[in-house]
Nanobody
């Protein structure tokens, strides 16, 4: 039932910033856990950030803490990922994901815990 569409990716110089958006179709329960993951060619899909509800707890990969901010606007069914000081090694396809309801803390960083996925948006960070 849930469809997720990411946007905002593109080419950016190292040290630059991007804001990714994920628009969900239809009505999304405000309690859905929303997350961002990324995957580079030949690499494992890795957790970036997650948020439980608007203004609620947020979670970040250690590698992005202090540089990334996840937020959501439930009235618009949209979740955002603001990324600053981007590094070339962060070049990847970035995916938006949603879980029906809250995730256990032990699962929130695992892609297997999420029920719905977007198609991904390419982020390329040049040197």
């Amino acid at each position: 039932q849930v469809q997720l569409v990411e946007s905002g990716g593109g080419l950016v110089q190292a040290g630059g910033s991007l804001r990714l958006s994920c628009a969900a179709s239809g009505r999304i329960f405000s309690g859905y856990t929303m997350g961002w993951f990324r995957q580079a060619p030949g690499k494992e899909r890795e957790f970036v950030a997650a948020i439980s509800w608007s203004g609620g707890p947020t979670y970040y990969a250690d590698s992005v803490k202090g540089r990334c901010t996840i937020s959501r606007d439930d009235a618009k069914n949209t979740v955002y990922l603001q990324m600053n000081s981007l590094k070339p090694e962060e070049t990847a396809v970035y995916y938006c994901a949603a879980r029906e309801g809250l995730a256990y803390y032990r699962d929130i960083r695992r892609w297997e815990a999420y029920d719905y996925w977007g198609q991904g948006t390419q982020v390329t960070v040049s040197s």
